[in-house]
């Protein structure tokens, strides 16, 4: 049976739709993640220095690490979108924090990511923020490549790194290139496929690594490397080819087989041959789930998802920013689209490409894409926008927080610009923000995965809306949203031990010291069902302070 044949405009769209690629990475803190980002624009040639995360002042700030915070501090706290041209693709690379107190902006990042890279420190091998990201690829079946990086320091074994990752994460590994040496006698990389020997030179601070691609036996007699680190390699590769395993992009595709490689993002050494290959083996963007089924990218259609709300990428002009993940069709400027959630038709006339916090505007753009929409309160996380019959995402759900406080404004003559910010960051989702059920108490309180994500809304408060602020912590350290809303939770009656609030869609949120009130509230109320994630809304507008 032969496949229809598709009309000029259609067949534009799957070519566009071929070339791209997206992924975002995940990683524990300091395993490498800013680095490696950096140096994959280096290669790809969206920027002529790479820049290192670093605290000094008069070091190169990093390209993906645009908030002042985070120049100042040397960590990501907040993902953002690159996007740039390689080798006749377009990427799509979504930079997530690793810190795990911006745990749930790169839960929602990976809403938006059709593959992920695994960024493992070859000394510390898994640490617990990537086991985390892990389980939330494989919730969501993403093609998982493991990038194995700092080959140049010291550290474990490449096949003990590659056995932990099968036995703890029970996710087999096809290493597609494999070390010769490692800590200061990292040497280069085999590649398994083609059998080519790829040695590394070092190169200025910055800029793209000198390569030189062998056979094994020109390696062997030019010298470049010394014989006892080739032939350790060489058998390693034996005993992995002894494996029996093949490189099935089915399985690759599936989540259930990682490619994985060897290098060090600080000195460029297995950048490019990562970077190569990872356009060869990765996931095309693919249909997405939506209420009416299905949706594939090459459908005439167009439509996409707000995965992240930003304010303030540009301090001087205010600004608010929607991340949109183009799904189907094609997106062009000043284009009208059907809003989902609140059913109302919106102009777009003003969409940008990101690239980190510099922006320009955008003529059109296609799935796997993500493009910025100016945000003057309308969207919100979740949010779908189409053209064409009605259609709506998946939702993003909230996470349960573990800290709370009340948020003061001492100054009440600043209310109004503590209102704005509150909102806006609120919109983000920077935070997640609770009320009172008592309306004559207006202090909103702040509920957050770690405590960074406090300081971050007090500084961002004080540095981008000029409010001063002051935090009570509230001594709870469990959430959970009652399943059946407002009329569950009255039908139960008085309870004890917690403290009942609003979240900003009006949902009961119920706040507990500790894990053995929950369990004591639970035995007494066998039929209230409690949730650690708030369910999907659509329809209704936030609570605003």
Not at 392 to 416: D, H, M, Q, T, V
């Amino acid at each position: 049976m032969t496949s229809p044949t598709l009309t000029p405009e259609l067949q534009a769209l799957a070519e566009a739709v071929a070339r791209r690629r997206n992924f975002a990475i995940i990683s524990h803190p300091d395993a490498g993640k800013t680095t490696l980002t950096e140096k994959l624009l280096l290669y790809g040639g969206a920027i002529q220095q790479a820049g290192a995360v670093k605290a000094k002042g008069e070091q190169r700030k990093v390209t993906s690490d645009w908030m002042e915070l985070e120049k100042q501090r040397g960590i990501s706290i907040t993902s953002t979108v690159l996007q740039f041209d390689y080798a006749g693709s377009t990427i799509n690379l979504l930079d997530t924090p690793g810190h795990q107190d911006f745990s749930e902006d790169t839960y929602r990042t990976l809403a938006a990511a059709d593959n992920a890279v695994m960024l493992e420190d070859a000394a510390k091998g898994l640490e617990p923020q990537t086991r985390k990201l892990f389980e939330v690829c494989r919730m969501r079946q993403i093609p998982i490549f493991t990038f194995i990086n700092k080959m140049d320091r010291p550290g474990r074994e490449p096949l003990e790194l590659i056995d932990e990752i099968e036995q703890e994460l029970g996710l087999a590994c096809w290493p597609v290139n494999w070390p010769i040496g490692s800590g200061e006698r990292f040497r280069g990389v085999i590649d398994r496929r083609s059998h080519d020997v790829i040695l590394f030179g070092r190169a200025e601070r910055g800029k793209a690594s000198e390569e030189q691609v062998l056979t094994v036996a020109g390696a062997r007699e030019s010298g470049a490397v010394e014989p006892e680190l080739l032939d350790q390699a060489l058998e390693e590769l034996e005993l992995l080819e002894g494996a029996g395993a093949d490189l099935d992009l089915e399985l690759v595709h599936g989540g259930q087989l990682s490619p994985v490689f060897f290098g060090s993002a600080m000195t460029n050494f297995g950048v490019r041959p990562f970077l190569d290959a990872f356009l060869e083996l990765a996931q095309k963007p693919t249909p997405r789930a939506s209420s009416t089924g299905l949706i594939d990218p090459v459908a005439p259609g167009f439509s996409g998802f707000v995965f992240k709300l930003q304010a303030n990428m540009d301090p001087r002009h205010r600004d608010r920013v929607a991340f949109v993940r183009v799904c189907s069709g094609q997106f062009e400027k000043d284009m009208t689209v059907q809003h989902a959630r609140t059913g109302r038709a919106i102009r777009l006339s003003r969409p940008q490409k990101l690239f980190g916090q510099d922006r320009e505007v955008v003529e059109d753009a296609y799935p796997g894409d993500v493009i910025g929409l100016n945000n003057p309160g309308m969207f919100a996380i979740g949010d779908t926008i189409y053209t064409g019959s009605r259609l709506e995402y998946e939702g993003i759900p909230c996470f349960s927080p573990e800290i709370f406080a009340w948020l003061r404004n001492p100054n009440p003559s600043a209310f109004k610009s503590f209102r704005k910010g509150v909102n806006e960051l609120r919109e983000e989702g920077a935070v997640q923000i609770l009320y009172d059920t008592d309306e004559s108490k207006r202090d909103p309180i702040l509920a957050a995965v770690g405590q960074l994500q406090l300081e971050v809304v007090q500084y961002r408060l004080e540095n981008e809306y000029g409010v001063q602020t002051r935090l009570e912590p509230m001594g709870f350290s469990v959430a959970r949203w009652v399943v059946g809303g407002w009329p569950a939770l009255e039908a139960v009656g008085r309870i004890f031990n917690c403290k009942t609030v609003r979240d900003a869609w009006n949902r009961p949120v119920l706040l507990f010291k500790n894990d053995w009130n929950l369990n004591q509230l639970a035995e007494d109320h066998p039929e209230l069902e409690l949730s650690t994630v708030a369910p999907v809304v659509s329809g209704v507008e936030p609570i605003s302070l």
